[in-house]
C-alpha cells in the first residue's frame, strides 16, 4: 500500500550558539514509512532521538536535510519545505500529534478542549461533543472534572485529556510521543484499544511506547533509532 | 484539502526599507500574509518592528520596496499608489490598528458609544438607532457593561481601554488589523483576559492580523508565524511553535532562552 509518511534522508542537529556554537547531531539519513494501518514503533534509549524525530515529522522541529512526504489528499507535501500555513493546514487535517504533556490555553474546561479539537479535526460540533464525551468516559476522566480546566488536574488525569484531545479528530496520521508514559495499567488498555481502532479504521501511526507490553500489542515495525545515529567524521 | 488555502495573499511586502537618515529603520523586509493568518513580530526596542508596522499602516513612508493590498474588489494595489482619500478609507474601514497607548487608538472625550459608532458613520451608516444597537452589540463582545455606553475612555481602566480599541476597530468589519503591543503595561489577570478576546475574536471572524509584541508568550498564543527583527532586518522566520521549540538564529535562540516559559 501507498505509504501516508515516508521519511528520506533525513538528518537534524542543534547548533548551540550560546553554548560555544556546540553542535548536536540528533540524527542522519533517517528512512522509513508509514502506510495506512501500520503503527511504526521508534525504538531506542533515551536520547537518541526519537521524539527530535515526531517533531520533524510535525513540522515542529526543522530538518538540516532529506524530505518528509506527507499524503495531503492526492499529493505529496514535503513538511521540511512546506509554508507555514500549508503545515497549519496538515495538522487540522492530516496529521495528529499526541505528546507527552498536555499544553493548552489556560481558563478552559477538559471536555471543551476535547470538543474543541476534534471541530477543529473537522468534526461537525455535535459529533465532536458526543465523541470528547465518549473518550473522556472512555479513559476514565472523572464527569465531575470536565468542566474544570486541567491546570489542576493531576498528571495522570491531563495526560488522558490530552489523549482524549489528540485523538478524537479522524486525521489519517497519528504521531504519538509516550502517551502511556504516566498511566496505570487499565488506562495504558484503553490507549491500546484506541490504538488499534486507529489502525482499523487506516490511520497510518508512528509511535513511542517505552511501556514494552504496549509497544508488542500495537506495534507493526520497529524502528530501532540507535541506526541513524550521526556517523562521527 | 489544498483548495482550501487561498491562492492570492492579502498583503504582499517586498524589500520593504526605511532609513532614518544614515540609520536603519528596517531594511529588506519580504512575507506574505494570507487571510486568516496572524504573523507576530517580536523583537527588541530598536529593533525596527515598530518602524515596520508603521510602514504597513501606511503612516511613514517608505525609502524603498513596495506593499501590496488586495481591496475588497479583489485587485491587488500598490499601496504607494493609491490617492490620500482612499488611503484614509482603508484605514477606517478595512484596516484596524490597535495600539498601545489607548489615548492614542481612542477619542478620550467621546463616549464609548461614540467611539465605536464613529468608524460605522466613517463607512455610511447614519441611522442613529441603528448605531447605538450595534455599539451596544459590540461592548457586549468584547466584555464590556453595555451600562458604560456613554462613560468616556478617561473613566474606563487599562484592560477596558484596550477592549473598547478592539471594539472600535473590529466594528466595521476589517480584513487586517495591526495590533502595537495591545497587552503590554497591563495587570498579568487583565492581559490573560485580553488575549482570550483576541484569540476567539481574530478565529472567529478570520482575521488576517500583524502583531509586533516583545512577549514571547503572548507571540505563541495568538500567531501562526514569527518574523524575528534584530537591527532592522528579519533575522529568523517560521511557524510560530518551530521558531519558538528550534530557533536557529544566535539572537532568537537568545531571546528564547530569556523567557522562563513562552
Redesign the interface.
Known amino acids: 500500500m501507498q505509504p501516508l509518511v515516508q521519511l528520506d534522508g533525513v538528518s537534524k542537529a542543534f547548533t548551540l550558539h550560546l553554548h560555544e556554537g556546540v553542535r548536536l547531531d540528533v540524527v542522519s539519513d533517517v528512512n522509513f514509512s508509514a502506510a495506512p494501518g501500520e503503527c511504526i514503533v521508534l525504538g531506542g534509549p533515551s536520547g537518541a532521538g526519537k521524539s527530535s524525530l515526531l517533531k520533524i515529522v510535525y513540522g515542529n522541529y526543522s530538518c538540516d536535510a532529506g524530505h518528509i512526504w506527507i499524503r495531503d489528499g492526492g499529493e505529496m507535501i514535503d513538511v521540511a519545505t512546506a509554508e507555514p500555513r500549508r503545515i497549519l493546514a496538515m495538522r487540522r487535517h492530516v496529521m495528529g500529534y499526541v505528546s507527552q504533556f498536555l499544553r493548552v490555553i489556560p481558563r478552559v474546561g477538559a471536555l471543551e478542549i476535547v470538543a474543541a479539537a476534534g471541530r477543529e479535526g473537522g468534526l461537525d460540533s455535535q459529533v465532536a461533543q458526543d465523541r470528547a464525551e465518549e473518550y473522556l468516559s472512555l479513559l476514565n476522566v472523572p464527569e465531575r472534572l470536565w468542566t474544570l480546566p486541567p491546570a489542576t488536574f493531576s498528571g495522570g488525569e491531563q495526560q488522558r485529556v490530552n489523549i482524549a484531545r489528540g485523538l478524537i479528530a479522524d486525521r489519517p496520521v497519528l504521531l504519538l510521543d509516550e502517551p502511556t508514559a504516566s498511566l496505570d495499567a487499565r488506562n495504558r488498555a484503553v490507549v491500546v484499544d484506541l490504538v488499534e481502532r486507529k489502525k482499523k479504521a487506516g490511520v497510518a501511526i508512528i509511535g513511542i511506547f517505552h511501556d514494552e507490553d504496549v509497544r508488542d500489542k500495537v506495534a507493526t515495525h520497529v524502528v530501532d533509532v540507535t541506526h541513524f545515529a550521526a556517523k562521527t567524521a | 484539502?489544498?483548495n482550501?488555502?487561498p491562492d492570492a495573499p492579502l498583503l504582499s511586502v517586498r524589500d520593504l526599507t526605511r532609513y532614518y537618515g544614515e540609520r536603519i529603520g528596517c531594511a529588506d523586509v519580504s512575507f506574505d500574509l494570507?487571510e486568516g493568518?496572524v504573523l507576530a513580530v517580536v523583537g527588541e526596542s530598536g529593533s525596527g518592528k515598530s518602524t515596520l508596522l508603521s510602514l504597513l499602516a501606511t503612516e511613514l513612508e517608505a525609502s524603498a520596496g513596495s506593499i501590496r493590498y488586495r481591496m475588497r474588489d479583489g485587485i491587488a494595489r500598490d499601496l504607494a499608489t493609491l490617492t490620500e482619500a482612499e488611503r484614509r478609507l482603508l484605514l477606517r474601514t478595512d484596516w484596524g490598528f490597535v495600539r498601545q497607548d489607548s489615548t492614542q487608538g481612542l477619542r478620550m472625550s467621546v463616549s464609548a458609544g461614540g467611539n465605536i459608532g464613529e468608524r460605522l458613520m466613517a463607512v455610511g451608516a447614519r441611522h442613529y438607532g441603528n448605531i447605538r444597537g450595534t455599539s451596544l452589540d459590540w461592548l457586549g463582545r468584547v466584555e464590556i457593561d453595555r451600562g458604560r455606553i456613554d462613560d468616556i475612555p478617561k473613566a474606563f481602566s487599562g484592560g477596558m481601554r484596550q477592549r473598547l480599541q478592539i471594539a472600535r476597530n473590529l466594528v466595521t468589519h476589517p480584513r487586517l488589523v495591526f495590533m502595537d503591543e495591545p497587552t503590554s503595561g497591563l495587570d498579568v489577570s487583565v492581559q490573560?483576559r485580553l488575549l482570550?478576546l483576541i484569540?476567539g475574536l481574530v478565529s472567529e471572524l478570520g482575521l488576517a492580523v500583524i502583531i509586533v509584541t516583545h512577549d514571547l508568550s503572548v507571540a505563541r498564543?495568538l500567531s501562526?508565524?514569527i518574523m524575528v527583527m534584530k537591527g532592522g532586518r528579519v533575522i529568523e522566520a517560521?511557524?510560530?511553535?518551530?521558531v519558538l521549540?528550534?530557533p536557529?538564529?544566535?539572537y532568537t535562540?537568545?531571546l528564547v532562552?530569556s523567557v522562563l516559559a513562552a
Open positions: 484539502m489544498l482550501d488555502l494570507y493568518e490573560a482570550d484569540r498564543l501562526h508565524r517560521g511557524l510560530t511553535d518551530r521549540d528550534d536557529h538564529q544566535p535562540q537568545l532562552s
